[in-house]
């Protein structure tokens, strides 16, 4: 029963440390950037798209662009 046993364990350690085997050969396949690239990619994006957060950097925003605007609706909801 004792070899029975250190079996299953041995057969649960292994099987344990393929299946980390295998997750490390599926992360070695996902494409990889330097670090100066994705931070240039970033500079660039935050350079070109508008926040209606900061409007000391953009200037104010119409109102039908910022998704932050109260809506023209009046009210927040309607009964049917």
Partial sequence: MPLK???NIAEAKL???????????EQLDVP???V?????????YCKTTKD???PSLW???DKKEDPFAP??????????
């Fill in 15 to 25: 099987n344990r440390l393929l299946e980390l085997n295998k997750r490390l050969k």
């Fill in 52 to 54: 209606p957060m900061i």
């Fill in 71 to 80: 809506a023209a609706g009046g009210g927040c909801c309607a009964v049917m």
């Fill in 36 to 44: 100066s690239s994705a931070s240039s990619s970033l500079i660039e």
């Fill in 32 to 34: 990889r950037i330097t």
């Fill in 59 to 61: 200037g104010s925003i």
């Fill in 5 to 7: 046993r250190a079996q």
